[in-house]
């Protein structure tokens, strides 16, 4: 993550608008604070934009991240932040151009709101692999209003429509706020990589991204195995639907299944040994990261030598298959766990992130930030 370029932010008092109207939102104006109230501006929506009124927007990891500058070294905060790239909302303006939703819809905002549209991942649908980066939801350089983009923390937001999805109308817009990120970052490894029937596939950590990797893997149709340290997760890893759960930190289960999975997608953050769930896969094997931890991690190439195994990363997805998700998530019923809070609970909520205390993610519901 060292090699990101992020493009310069102009610091132009960027809670000010320069043109447009405001918002109400909740903001961190240091690493230090505790989320406030405060006032952001919001463009107005030119043609080809659309006016949101954010009904829901899930709490992700990254958020607590950003708030207190932990990723400073590579995507610095800008203060104050605004947080929030899981956002279900009501349309309720469009420009003239607008053609994708109608005023009244459910639609959802995820981790991007733009991107350059011209280089080859951007003309293959895959904007989160964009060469100039794509301009994410929030703490990146707002070309519109200058200063960083502001997040789902708040009452509505403005979104070139390009960037803005539907919502099947049969899911609960709470539980389908998490699928904005949780969801497309499990969605998107098991798709790429034909996670199937006949297939055996294991998830590790069952926390935002995996109780979504399970659920996911399941409905493509393969023999889903949780791995985690925890033997209290095993009922609910179960009622998700993993067919079988393996502890971690026991090496006769982890022994009993070497060599045997098709596929693995890993998503723990913290450090852990990558090469003991290497070995448990087939020839030809591959496991995705999608977790990110923070410190580099130790890597026995032997066991990839001898059975051309893969280790690789993925993030996100492009809209178009965000879309995909959705759709298919309308068409299965899938939705995440959620806990709902009041934005005023959020401080807390963040505590709990540390503590893993959720199940298995938090979701505002942004009408309370009209109780101040």
Not at 300 to 321: K, M, N, Y
Request: neutral net charge; charged residues 20%.
């Amino acid at each position: 993550m060292s090699e990101v370029t992020r493009p310069t932010v102009q610091r132009d008092t960027p809670s000010q608008p320069s043109k447009g109207s405001t918002a109400r939102a909740y903001a961190a104006s240091s690493a230090t604070s505790k989320m406030a109230p405060l006032t952001i501006g919001r463009r107005a929506p030119g043609k080809q934009d659309v006016r949101i009124e954010v009904l829901f927007c899930g709490v992700c990891h990254s958020d607590l991240h950003q708030v207190r500058d932990e990723w400073h070294d590579v995507m610095p905060t800008v203060y104050p932040c605004v947080p929030g790239h899981e956002i279900v909302g009501r349309v309720v303006q469009v420009g003239a151009g607008v053609k994708k939703v109608a005023q009244g819809d459910l639609a959802a905002v995820g981790c991007m709101v733009d991107s350059c549209r011209t280089c080859a991942s951007c003309r293959d649908g895959l904007e989160q692999f964009c060469d100039a980066m794509p301009t994410f939801t929030y703490n990146f350089p707002d070309k519109h209003l200058g200063g960083v983009t502001y997040g789902g923390y708040s009452e509505s937001i403005v979104v070139d429509e390009a960037f803005v999805l539907r919502v099947p109308p049969k899911l609960d817009a709470a539980g389908a706020a998490p699928l904005l990120c949780a969801g497309i970052t499990t969605y998107s490894p098991l798709r790429h990589w034909k996670v199937g029937k006949g297939q055996k596939v294991g998830i590790v950590g069952l926390g935002g991204l995996g109780h979504m990797g399970v659920k996911f893997a399941r409905a493509f149709g393969a023999h889903v195995v949780l791995f985690t340290t925890s033997a209290g997760k095993t009922a609910d890893a179960t009622r998700l639907g993993a067919h079988e759960v393996v502890l971690s930190k026991d090496p006769a289960q982890m022994q009993k299944h070497a060599g045997s999975f098709d596929f693995i997608l890993d998503t723990v953050s913290a450090v852990h040994d990558l090469n003991a769930y290497l070995e448990l896969l087939k020839r030809d094997g591959t496991m995705t990261l999608v977790g990110a931890p923070a410190q580099p991690v130790p890597l026995g190439v032997f066991s990839l030598l001898f059975r051309r195994r893969s280790l690789a990363g993925s993030v996100i997805g492009g809209i178009a298959e965000t879309q995909e998700m959705l759709d298919f998530c309308g068409a299965h019923g899938i939705t995440a766990d959620v806990e709902r809070i009041r934005i005023q609970q959020v401080d807390e909520a963040f505590a709990r992130l540390l503590r893993g205390d959720v199940k298995y993610r938090f979701v505002i519901d942004m009408g309370s930030l009209a109780q101040g």
